[in-house]
């Protein structure tokens, strides 16, 4: 196995995807290098392929062509090492933020953990001190579906924080939020990223691209009707 | 990479914690779950009281009945020894059931019978017994069971007797044969019968049966036994499977439940989606979703035993409706155990990503 504080967190060659042969690719050709401890901002208008992108960096979806390299590792070799590279790498910070909403923040981000064996006492201390970095910790009681659209954000880049993965991919995580809630949304990858993880963060909010070590952009395919 | 997982004790737990997190829809659920487990067990009790009630009737008018019959061999034997109990001493009444025939089939010459058909329009299910010197025959086994009435039920035969709507269910019976109740009121017997029933008054009863058994000396392989108030669905799991009405309701209450955890399931395919970026495998998320639906069903599964062994106290009857306890508690056990699988079916449905995007409603 690949050293990984040797190599690239993920390198994408060549990758194309095609949703409808009729309407063309929605990526076409990417080569993208991304390194831990950095946070890259995929920056692009709303249907230019940032999700698509990110879907198939983060191992959502293969690609109709070319290969990614996750920690030095190739994906999709096998649909159960995508599978293990999918659940040891990589956290999520979604736009809808994907949570469950009938449980606590604090069940929440404590998932991450129990995910990887930890027992709960363990889970929850973790959950608890991911909480206190992004100023969670007075709404860890609450119910996901009590507490606003920024509040969400911030306790799913949480759950990132405590899940202890390598890779955080971010979709949009503030496409929802006032400028007061993005702003301590970015500040909180910003922290994931100086913590070590490679972060990706696909947005066309300014504010978000401002925070980034590096922007790529992200044009609309010019084949695509 | 690695492949560490849940904790299965952690595992447990967020099952528990999942379906505590929302009362109403898991006690809902629950509450569907039961009724449905229960339904048919209601109806099966509801049955068996009726006929409680009605044999208790009859024991208040004091009278007992004997069923001779030939049950490994299901051979026939004479009817003769039987109708003769017709007008002695302590005997309400005697009638015998003869074999069964092709409805084509003409009567044999020289038959004495008179034949009267158990189906058409001349019978009459009596629901008490007829008084003494009434012609009437005494139902039981098969041909109540085809009639549609309880065993110990009463056909009245003669020139007054009115149709029988039961009679024309014609899924309940063979339409190639046709049952011949042999009226020993009117007639000497010369043939064989299938089963003989003789109704004593309760104090002549045990004398009676002896007497019985004497008549029918020469055939010891005939047994010889009071009616009891239990159908033959209710005996055992496995023969009220094979009845049809039965089986229906088990059919049903299994695609009742399984459409309830569909729906429950299909509405969080989001949530299920959550525990997959997290990092929970495909399997243990399926083992979080069969989690859920197992508790639930083997809740309803316990409170449904727990209300058939209730109702069977309360009914009083307690052969009866302990098997039919038995009964409900079976087929809610089988149901728990084969539908939570069901669970799994939000994970096949869609792809990680399109899960993802939608919302928990």
């Known amino acids: ?225 | 990479m690695n492949d560490r997982c849940w904790h299965p004790r952690e595992l447990l737990r967020e099952v528990f914690a999942n379906l505590a997190a929302r009362p109403y829809r898991t006690t809902a659920v629950l509450v569907i779950v039961v009724c449905v487990f229960v339904a048919p067990a209601v109806a099966e009790l509801a049955s068996a009281h009726s006929t409680t009630r009605q044999l208790a009737a009859l024991t208040a008018r004091g009278y007992t009945t004997v069923e001779v019959a030939q049950i490994r061999t299901g051979q026939s034997f004479p009817a003769l020894p039987c109708v003769r109990f017709n007008g002695q001493l302590g005997v309400v009444a005697a009638g015998a059931i003869g074999t069964p025939v092709t409805t084509q089939t003409a009567s044999d010459p020289g038959n004495t019978f008179d034949e009267v058909p158990a189906y058409g329009d001349i019978t009459e299910v009596l629901s008490a017994s007829p008084e003494p010197g009434t012609p009437g025959l005494i139902l039981a086994g098969e041909l109540a069971s085809e009639l549609g009435v309880t065993t110990g039920s009463y056909l009245k035969t003669g020139p007054h007797a009115t149709p029988v709507a039961a009679v024309d269910d014609l899924a309940k019976r063979d339409p190639l044969l046709g049952r011949l109740v042999l009226d020993p009121q009117t007639a000497t017997p010369a043939t064989a019968i299938q089963a003989c029933f003789v109704q004593f008054h309760s104090g002549a009863a045990v004398q009676g049966i002896q007497t019985l058994q004497a008549a029918y000396a020469a055939y010891p392989a005939l047994t010889f036994s009071f009616l009891v108030p239990h159908s033959a669905n209710t005996t055992s799991p496995a023969s009220a499977w094979a009845n049809r009405q039965s089986r229906y309701a088990w059919i049903a209450a299994g695609l009742v439940v399984a459409v309830v955890l569909v729906i429950l399931l299909a509405r969080r395919r989001h949530e299920l989606g959550v525990y997959q970026i997290t990092g929970t495998p495909v399997v243990q998320t399926a083992l979080l979703a069969v989690g859920e639906t197992l508790t639930i069903t083997w809740a309803a599964a316990l409170s449904a035993a727990v209300w058939a062994a209730v109702a069977a106290v309360y009914n009083g009857d307690t052969f009866n409706a302990y098997h039919i306890a038995l009964n409900a508690t079976a087929r809610a056990a089988l149901l728990a155990a084969m539908i939570p699988p069901i669970g799994l079916t939000p994970l096949l449905r869609k792809n990680l990503t399109k899960a993802l995007r939608e919302r928990t409603s």
Request: aromatic share 4%.
């Open chain 1, 1 to 225: 196995m690949s050293d990984p504080e040797q190599v690239d967190a993920i390198k994408a060659e060549h990758v194309s995807h095609v949703y409808d042969r009729r309407i063309g690719p929605v990526i076409a050709d990417v080569d993208a290098t991304f390194g831990f401890g950095t946070l890259v901002a995929l920056w692009g208008p709303s249907g230019s392929g940032k999700s698509t992108l990110l879907s198939l960096i983060g191992l959502l979806m293969a690609p109709t062509s070319g290969t990614v390299t996750v920690a030095g590792q190739p994906a999709w070799t096998s649909s159960a090492d995508t599978r293990r590279l999918r659940a040891s790498m990589f956290a999520w910070v979604l736009q809808n933020s994907a949570c469950l909403e009938s449980r606590s923040a604090l069940d929440n981000v404590a998932m991450g953990p129990l995910a990887e064996g930890a027992r709960r006492h363990d889970a929850t201390r973790r959950a608890l001190q991911a909480l206190e970095v992004v100023g969670l910790t007075e709404r860890a009681a609450s119910k996901a579906v009590e507490l606003s659209g920024g509040e969400l954000q911030r306790m799913t880049v949480a759950r990132a924080l405590a899940a202890d993965k390598r890779i955080v991919l971010a979709d949009e995580p503030t496409g929802q939020l006032d400028a007061k809630s993005s702003a301590m949304v970015a500040d909180a990858l910003r922290t994931l990223a100086e913590a070590g993880r490679c972060v990706i963060v696909a947005t066309h909010d300014q504010a978000v691209s401002d925070r980034c070590d590096d922007v790529i952009p992200v044009a609309a395919n010019p084949t695509q009707p």
